[in-house]
T-cell receptor, first 114, second 114 residues
Framework: KNQVEQSPQSLIILEGKNCTLQCNYTVSPFSNLRWYKQDTGRGPVSLTIMTFSENTKSNGRYTATLDADTKQSSLHITASQLSDSASYICVVSRSSGGSYIPTFGRGTSLIVHP | DVKVTQSSRYLVKRTGEKVFLECVQDMDHENMFWYRQDPGLGLRLIYFSYDVKMKEKGDIPEGYSVSREKKERFSLILESASTNQTSMYLC?????????????FGPGTRLTVL
């Protein structure tokens, strides 16, 4: 079964601190893995995308890693800011009949306190 | 700038009513998606369309149908709304069939079925 598991479910950190979010998946055949940020009341916005051959991708203070062998990914946030408070969603897409079908994780809710 | 709009931000309907949720994108994208998002469950794919008049079932199509008569518009239909369809509904579009293409999400419609 195609599944994406994220941990932790929620996380509270102080402003300026770093944190790492985890994503494990069983999606097959693997096409790509993407991390989204979803602010409250808004649709998700893409942060990074990695294909099978990529093992790290950065977007400002966000750095994603991918280990395709162990089917694990992480999202590292450096020097957190209050605006980082959001839900972070891991999405793994599989190829199917010429199209690409995404499977979403349940998300990690991050709260950054001043 | 890609824009995906949804017809309503909030909607309240009664059990048994027929409900239409409309989604419009202005970037000539080929692929469009409908998701529902529930607390603790993440986003789940209801239906997607990779071309005009084409549709494919996602993970939870039961109780829903879709229509794509024009490229820019993708409608989600609840033939007879039920209380368990109370949820946040998110529409997304994607340029084409490349797996690495980004999905762009609308702001969501929060539907309450009484």
């Amino acid at each position: 079964k195609n599944q994406v598991e994220q941990s932790p479910q929620s996380l509270i950190i102080l402003e300026g601190k770093n944190c790492t979010l985890q994503c494990n998946y069983t999606v097959s055949p693997f096409s790509n893995l993407r991390w989204y940020k979803q602010d409250t009341g808004r649709g998700p916005v893409s942060l990074t995308i990695m294909t099978f051959s990529e093992n790290t991708k950065s977007n400002g203070r966000y750095t994603a890693t991918l280990d395709a062998d162990t089917k694990q990914s992480s999202l590292h946030i450096t020097a957190s800011q209050l605006s980082d408070s959001a839900s972070y969603i891991c999405v793994v897409s599989r190829s199917s009949g010429g199209s690409y079908i995404p499977t979403f994780g349940r998300g990690t809710s991050l709260i950054v306190h001043p | 700038d890609v824009k995906v709009t949804q017809s309503s931000r909030y909607l309240v309907k009664r059990t048994g009513e027929k409900v239409f949720l409309e989604c419009v994108q202005d970037m000539d994208h080929e692929n469009m998606f409908w998701y529902r998002q529930d607390p603790g469950l993440g986003l789940r794919l209801i239906y997607f369309s990779y071309d005009v008049k084409m549709k494919e079932k996602g993970d939870i199509p039961e109780g829903y149908s879709v229509s794509r008569e024009k490229k820019e518009r993708f409608s989600l239909i609840l033939e007879s709304a039920s209380t368990n369809q109370t949820s946040m509904y998110l529409c997304a579009s994607r340029p084409g069939t490349r797996g690495t293409d980004t999905q762009y999400f609308g702001p969501g419609t929060r539907l309450t079925v009484l």
